[in-house]
C-alpha cells in the first residue's frame, strides 16, 4: 500500500530564516506530487505541483520554491522566510495521468515569528 | 476561473441525526470531485471520489451525490456519531493545458461538523 510522509512535523522558525520541508512517498511510481499551503480564513491553496523529476510547476507567485530531486521525494523551501508563510504545508500525490484521487500527508505546521 | 462553496460553514447536530453537507462549483467543466475530512491539526483524509461521468458514490454510512450540469455536489452522512465530529471538505478536479491532466484541486472552505453525544 501507498503511504506518504512529511517532516518535520512542526516547525518554529524566524523570520529571514531558510526553510526546507520533506515529502516523500511509498509503495507507488512516477507519482504527481503536490504542496498545499492551508491558513487560516484562507482554505487550501495549491502551491507546487510536479509531474516528473526535475519538473516543477508552481501556482502562485510567492517566496517559496520546490524540488524534487528524486521520483518519489519533494521539497518545499525558502532562502528566506517571512512572517506570511507561516501555515500548514501538506504534500499530496497521485497517480500520473490518471484522473484518479489525491492523497494526503499529515502535513508541517510551520510559525514564522 | 473556479470557485467551490460549501455550505453550511458550520453545522452541529445531536447523534443520530441524518445530514447533508453542500457542496458548489461554478465551472461544470470538471474531470471529478472529491470529499476530505480534516481532523484538527491532521492532513486530509479521502472519503469519496465521484468521477464527472457518475452520479454518486456510498462508502458504508457516507453518500455522495454529483449533478456536473447544475454545478453541485452533497455528502449525506446517515445515522451521525461524535466521532464524524471534523471538517469536511469538497474539492474538484481540473484538467492541465494541453489535455494533459496534473490534477489540481480548488477547493472549498469547508464545513465545521459537531456530533453531540
Known amino acids: 500500500s501507498q503511504t506518504i510522509h512529511q517532516w518535520p512535523a512542526t516547525l518554529v522558525q524566524p523570520v529571514g530564516s531558510p526553510l526546507s520541508l520533506e515529502c516523500t512517498v511509498e509503495g507507488t511510481s512516477n507519482p504527481n506530487l503536490y504542496w498545499y499551503r492551508q491558513a487560516a480564513g484562507r482554505g487550501l491553496q495549491l502551491l507546487f505541483y510536479?509531474?516528473?523529476?526535475?519538473?516543477i510547476s508552481s501556482e502562485v507567485p510567492q517566496n517559496l520554491s520546490a524540488s524534487r530531486p528524486q521520483d518519489r521525494q519533494f521539497i518545499l523551501s525558502s532562502k528566506k522566510l517571512l512572517l506570511s508563510d507561516s501555515g500548514f504545508y501538506l504534500c499530496a500525490w497521485s497517480v500520473r495521468r490518471a484522473l484518479g484521487a489525491q492523497y494526503f500527508g499529515p502535513g508541517t505546521r510551520l510559525t514564522v515569528l | 476561473k473556479q470557485e467551490v462553496t460549501q455550505i453550511p460553514a458550520a453545522l452541529s447536530v445531536p447523534e443520530g441525526e441524518n445530514l447533508v453537507l453542500n457542496c458548489s462549483f461554478t465551472?461544470?467543466?470538471?474531470?471529478?470531485l472529491q470529499w476530505f475530512r480534516q481532523d484538527p491539526g491532521k492532513g486530509l483524509t479521502s472519503l469519496l471520489l465521484?468521477?464527472?461521468?457518475?452520479r454518486e458514490q456510498t462508502s458504508g454510512r457516507l453518500n455522495a451525490s454529483l449533478d456536473k450540469s447544475s454545478g453541485r455536489s452533497t455528502l449525506y452522512i446517515a445515522a451521525s456519531q461524535p466521532g464524524d465530529s471534523a471538517t469536511y471538505l469538497c474539492?474538484?478536479?481540473?484538467?492541465?493545458?494541453?489535455?494533459?491532466?496534473?490534477?489540481?484541486?480548488?477547493f472549498g472552505q469547508g464545513t465545521i461538523l459537531t456530533v453531540h453525544p
Open positions: 474539492a474538484v478536479q481540473a484538467s492541465g493545458a494541453g489535455g494533459t491532466s496534473y490534477g489540481k484541486l480548488t
Open positions: 465521484i468521477q464527472s461521468s457518475q
Open positions: 465551472d461544470s467543466a470538471i474531470y471529478n
Open positions: 510536479s509531474v516528473g523529476i526535475g519538473q
